[in-house]
């Protein structure tokens, strides 16, 4: 691995539009070849593959061979580190919110 791709991470990944789209489209089918995801963007085959190979190298996508075409399918077992992120910024709001209410509470009586 290139010292490029160490510093890559799920946060990285995911921060392109595209990425997010590529995920998405893979979350909705179990596995799609190159040709037919390229279809959904108005970009070039070479751009898509390099999205995907970012997204691979985090192991946000997986790839196989069947006969002369890539299949790519989506391993989102790396996003629980982005839910989990979340989810503690989710507490800190739902704490912060919930004070929010008890001081307003307490200025009407």
Request: aromatic fraction near 8%; charged fraction near 30%.
């Amino acid at each position: 691995m290139s010292e490029n791709n160490q510093l890559r991470d799920v946060f990285a990944a995911i921060a392109d539009p595209t990425r997010r789209r590529l995920i998405r489209l893979l979350a909705e089918v179990e596995e799609l070849p190159l040709h037919e995801l390229t279809s959904q963007f108005s970009i070039g085959r070479t751009a898509v593959s390099k999205h995907l190979t970012i997204l691979k190298e985090v192991g946000l996508v997986l790839d196989r061979k069947v006969g002369r075409e890539t299949r790519f399918r989506l391993n989102a077992h790396p996003l629980k580190e982005i839910q989990d992120w979340v989810a503690f910024y989710s507490k800190f709001w739902n704490m912060n919110m919930l004070r929010l209410n008890q001081l307003l509470e307490e200025e009407e009586k």
